[in-house]
């Protein structure tokens, strides 16, 4: 069924209908919708789940790692701060390799406080065992979510859900809610397979000394590695009973594509339309979306990005004395190819910025006259700064 | 002496805890009371090594290790989860050092007790971090040495009233216990199983290694923090009624710190002082649950 739904909204809606049994998270802007939202399905009873107001973030995904050590599908929802309140916990959800699900609202982190858009928050927590998809559409993050599940339930690791602050968690958007039928249809009911059981009592997370710590580690590592294999069989049994699908990324006109734009999400749609124009006037440029960041899908980076001559990634966040972190990721997928384009880092839109049209048409027009490919990241649209004095 | 307590134990003979343990103790009787419908969250503290190493147990219950500060928070998930799958039978309880209920895990629990959640808190105190070498906790006593309090620069705050801050919440059951009165003990973990809501049970458990005593004297060492009202035994119930369990002869503080060689730097008028401090404490407790003072 067809309703016009806020991103927030679309994220609640996909809870519901995974059929969570135990939700703990702790308001902070822009997730507020999310967890309202799921706060009236569990009152008025279309969502039979056990929410946990607690009194923070980090007792929020702790209660998480409690419940889903108990057998039972679980769900929180954060932003910014809140994550990286989160820190600690995080690896403690994917060391403890359980299934959680995390709606992430990418916001700015502080100081000065900015409740804007900005993929900081998240990707500074990429080491941290979680699997990050990102979202561009509100339909693309109700069908992530219950994608999320299956992911995290096959491979038995954590996922995060990450859409943008506002552009995609407050925006009205058309998005086809899938009946309960279609999503038992993909999502079977979950059947943990280790959980805290008085007949079976064993000890969970304990002391690992060098002997066993690495082996454990590199159990995550081929999970992870597995989720690159079965991404696919996901999305066959997503496409059978929902007709949909997305991929790990999104090539668009890339095969013949002299410049590649790489974005992940809602920068990629204004990225739709500069593609489309600038094909008109006869360029020859293709878009690359990256919505699988973790595990990093340096596979189809390589062959779809790997024929061009000039690649320009857009990264909405920045790893100070780094650069754009996407592009490191880009410029690392590519690095042992013999022939390779040239890789163009720029970041633009922290903290919410506009990413319009004219911004992108720099960027391609900057990567186009470019002939040496800085090394540094280029800052888009800086203002002139008077530092006081 | 015949103790009147069951005798099934659920923790294996053997664990790496140092000789004289008390920590081990309290666990021991603990676990005998709870039986073993019981799943335990045990937050980071010197029982995150006795309980054992990969792929070996000490407990014969299921145990979730968890960060050092999510005692409270652990449990409540645990807890949800069993709510939802209709177990109502299995009790989930936290077991945290001092360091983990007073300091970093105070919010956790302060926010589970303050939901009600239907869990036992046990915090066994050692008065100070152990596992990490002896560093100073908010439940470390005025006067004591710790390796964050070493020379001149003793501890001279006093310990945290945990009890106190726990039936400022309206707590349905809150408690002291020692590992030298198990049937006290015992009785008031059976209490608490018996209760709905949020429980809390406060265990003195003395640390040779950290307080610089003989091992052979660790029980006796927790008899005397009782008779000297130093660790008083009470319960307190719905944040209201109190009970005093054990009414001491008054032994001197002194004779109490002597023991001790964390307290061996302090003088007579040092000692004189704490002993105000102790009697001043009683009183108030004495006033709480209505017992009239004497002389
Ligand atoms: C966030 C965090 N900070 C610090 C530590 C290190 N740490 C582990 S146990 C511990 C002290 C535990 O003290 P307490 O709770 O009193 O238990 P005890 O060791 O005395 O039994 C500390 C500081 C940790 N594991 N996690
Ligand atoms: S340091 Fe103290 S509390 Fe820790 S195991 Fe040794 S005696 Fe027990
Ligand atoms: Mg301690």
Same mark, same amino acid.
């Given at each position: 069924?067809?309703?016009?739904?806020?991103?927030?909204?679309?994220?609640?809606?996909?809870?519901?209908?995974?059929?969570?049994?135990?939700?703990?998270?702790?308001?902070?802007?822009?997730?507020?919708?999310?967890?309202?939202?799921?706060?009236?399905?569990?009152?008025?009873? %279309?969502?039979?789940?056990?929410?946990?107001?607690?009194?923070?973030?980090?007792?929020?995904?702790?209660?998480?790692?409690?419940?889903?050590?108990?057998?039972?599908?679980?769900?929180?929802?954060?932003?910014?701060?809140?994550?990286?309140?989160?820190?600690?916990?995080?690896?403690?959800?994917?060391?403890?390799?359980?299934?959680?699900?995390?709606?992430?609202?990418?916001?700015? #982190?502080?100081?000065?406080?900015?409740?804007?858009?900005?993929?900081?928050?998240?990707?500074?927590?990429?080491?941290?065992?979680?699997?990050?998809?990102?979202?561009?559409?509100?339909?693309?993050?109700?069908? =992530?979510?219950?994608?999320?599940?299956?992911?995290?339930? =096959?491979?038995?690791?954590?996922?995060?859900?990450?859409?943008?602050?506002?552009?995609?968690?407050?925006? *009205?958007?058309?998005?086809?809610?899938?009946?309960?039928?279609?999503?038992?249809?993909?999502?079977?009911?979950?059947?943990?397979?280790?959980?805290?059981?008085?007949?079976?009592?064993?000890?969970?997370?304990?002391?690992?000394?060098?002997?066993?710590?690495?082996?454990?580690?590199?159990?995550?590592?081929?999970?992870?590695?597995?989720?690159?294999?079965?991404?696919?069989?996901?999305?066959?049994?997503?496409?059978?009973?929902?007709?949909?699908?997305?991929?790990?990324?999104?090539?668009?006109?890339?095969?013949?594509?002299?410049?590649?734009?790489?974005?992940?999400?809602?920068?990629?749609?204004?990225? %739709?339309?500069?593609?489309?124009?600038?094909?008109?006037?006869?360029?020859?440029?293709?878009?690359?979306?990256?919505?699988?960041?973790?595990?990093?899908?340096?596979?189809?980076?390589?062959?779809?990005?790997?024929?061009?001559?000039?690649?320009?990634?857009?990264?909405?966040?920045?790893?100070?004395?780094?650069?754009?972190?996407?592009?490191?990721?880009?410029?690392?997928?590519?690095?042992?190819?013999?022939?390779?384009?040239?890789?163009?880092?720029?970041?633009?839109?922290?903290?919410?910025?506009?990413?319009?049209?004219?911004?992108?048409?720099?960027?391609?027009?900057?990567?186009?006259?470019?002939?040496?490919?800085?090394?540094?990241?280029?800052?888009?649209?800086?203002?002139?700064?008077?530092?006081?004095? | 002496?015949?103790?009147?307590?069951?005798?099934?134990?659920?923790?294996?003979?053997?664990?790496?805890?140092?000789?004289?343990?008390?920590?081990?103790?309290?666990?021991?009787?603990?676990?005998?009371? #709870?039986?073993?419908?019981?799943?335990?969250?045990?937050?980071?503290?010197?029982?995150?090594?006795?309980?054992?190493?990969?792929?070996?147990?000490?407990?014969?219950?299921?145990?979730?290790?968890?960060?050092?500060? =999510?005692?409270?928070?652990?449990?409540?998930?645990?807890?949800?989860?069993?709510?939802?799958?209709?177990?109502?039978?299995?009790?989930?309880?936290?077991?945290?050092?001092? &360091?983990?209920?007073?300091?970093?895990?105070?919010?956790?629990?302060?926010?589970?007790?303050?939901?009600?959640?239907?869990?036992?808190?046990?915090?066994?105190?050692?008065?100070?971090?152990?596992?990490?070498?002896?560093?100073?906790?908010?439940?470390?006593? *005025?006067?004591?040495?710790?390796?964050?309090?070493?020379?001149?620069?003793?501890?001279?705050? %006093?310990?945290?009233?945990?009890?106190?801050?726990?039936?400022?919440?309206?707590?349905?059951?809150?408690?002291?216990?020692?590992?030298?009165?198990?049937?006290? #003990?015992?009785?008031?973990?059976?209490?608490?199983?018996?209760?709905?809501?949020?429980?809390?049970?406060?265990?003195?458990?003395?640390?040779?290694?950290?307080?610089?005593?003989?091992?052979?004297?660790?029980?006796?060492?927790?008899?005397?923090?009782?008779?000297?009202?130093?660790?008083?035994?009470?319960?307190?119930?719905?944040?209201?009624?109190?009970?005093?369990?054990?009414?001491?002869? &008054?032994?001197?503080?002194?004779? *109490?710190?002597?023991?001790?060689?964390?307290?061996?730097?302090?003088?007579?008028?040092?000692?004189?002082?704490?002993?105000?401090?102790?009697?001043?404490?009683?009183?108030?407790?004495?006033?709480?649950?209505?017992?009239?003072?004497?002389?």
């Amino acid at each position: 069924m067809k309703q016009v739904l806020e991103g927030s909204h679309a994220v609640a809606e996909a809870v519901r209908l995974a059929r969570v049994n135990v939700i703990s998270a702790y308001p902070i802007t822009p997730q507020t919708h999310i967890v309202e939202r799921l706060s009236d399905f569990c009152a008025d009873g %279309r969502l039979d789940a056990r929410f946990l107001r607690v009194e923070s973030e980090h007792s929020a995904l702790a209660a998480l790692i409690g419940a889903s050590s108990t057998g039972v599908r679980t769900f929180t929802a954060t932003s910014s701060q809140g994550l990286a309140l989160m820190h600690e916990l995080l690896h403690w959800a994917s060391g403890a390799r359980l299934p959680i699900v995390m709606a992430e609202v990418n916001r700015a #982190l502080a100081p000065g406080w900015n409740i804007w858009t900005d993929q900081t928050d998240s990707l500074a927590q990429r080491d941290t065992g979680w699997m990050q998809l990102y979202c561009e559409t509100g339909q693309e993050v109700l069908d =992530t979510t219950l994608q999320a599940y299956w992911l995290a339930e =096959t491979v038995n690791l954590p996922v995060m859900v990450i859409l943008d602050a506002f552009f995609l968690s407050h925006t *009205y958007e058309p998005v086809d809610i899938p009946s309960q039928e279609q999503v038992n249809g993909f999502l079977p009911d979950y059947q943990p397979r280790f959980q805290l059981d008085t007949r079976n009592p064993c000890a969970f997370n304990q002391l690992a000394p060098p002997n066993v710590y690495m082996e454990m580690r590199h159990n995550i590592q081929q999970a992870m590695d597995q989720v690159l294999s079965r991404f696919g069989q996901m999305e066959d049994g997503f496409g059978v009973v929902f007709g949909r699908r997305y991929g790990e990324v999104e090539p668009l006109q890339c095969d013949d594509a002299q410049i590649i734009l790489v974005t992940s999400g809602t920068i990629t749609s204004t990225s %739709r339309a500069l593609q489309q124009q600038l094909r008109a006037d006869g360029e020859r440029v293709g878009l690359l979306k990256i919505k699988l960041f973790r595990p990093f899908p340096a596979d189809a980076v390589r062959r779809i990005l790997g024929g061009a001559q000039k690649v320009a990634v857009i990264d909405r966040n920045c790893s100070f004395g780094a650069g754009g972190i996407f592009a490191q990721e880009v410029r690392a997928a590519l690095c042992n190819l013999s022939a390779r384009p040239l890789v163009f880092s720029y970041i633009a839109g922290l903290g919410g910025r506009d990413v319009t049209l004219d911004v992108l048409k720099l960027i391609y027009r900057h990567t186009k006259d470019c002939e040496h490919c800085p090394d540094d990241s280029i800052w888009m649209g800086l203002h002139e700064v008077h530092h006081a004095t | 002496m015949q103790l009147n307590v069951p005798d099934r134990d659920y923790m294996h003979s053997g664990h790496v805890g140092c000789p004289g343990c008390g920590a081990a103790v309290a666990m021991k009787f603990v676990l005998r009371a #709870l039986g073993n419908k019981t799943i335990m969250v045990l937050p980071a503290c010197c029982w995150s090594i006795i309980a054992g190493p990969y792929p070996q147990s000490t407990l014969q219950i299921p145990l979730i290790h968890s960060a050092f500060e =999510t005692g409270g928070a652990m449990a409540s998930g645990v807890r949800a989860a069993l709510d939802v799958k209709g177990d109502k039978e299995t009790c989930v309880v936290t077991w945290a050092g001092d &360091g983990g209920t007073f300091d970093i895990g105070f919010q956790a629990l302060s926010g589970a007790v303050e939901r009600n959640e239907d869990f036992i808190y046990f915090c066994y105190d050692n008065e100070a971090y152990m596992n990490t070498g002896i560093q100073r906790s908010s439940s470390t006593p *005025y006067g004591a040495w710790t390796t964050t309090t070493p020379g001149r620069d003793w501890k001279r705050m %006093r310990k945290k009233n945990i009890v106190e801050a726990l039936v400022a919440h309206r707590i349905p059951y809150a408690a002291t216990a020692s590992i030298a009165y198990p049937e006290d #003990l015992l009785r008031k973990v059976s209490k608490a199983r018996s209760i709905k809501g949020s429980r809390f049970l406060h265990i003195f458990a003395s640390c040779p290694t950290g307080w610089r005593i003989p091992s052979e004297i660790s029980v006796k060492i927790a008899r005397m923090a009782v008779q000297t009202n130093i660790f008083p035994l009470y319960e307190v119930e719905n944040g209201r009624k109190y009970t005093i369990n054990f009414m001491p002869k &008054g032994y001197l503080v002194k004779e *109490y710190f002597k023991l001790q060689g964390r307290f061996k730097h302090l003088s007579e008028s040092d000692l004189d002082q704490i002993q105000a401090m102790v009697e001043e404490d009683w009183e108030l407790l004495l006033r709480k649950a209505g017992v009239p003072l004497q002389g």
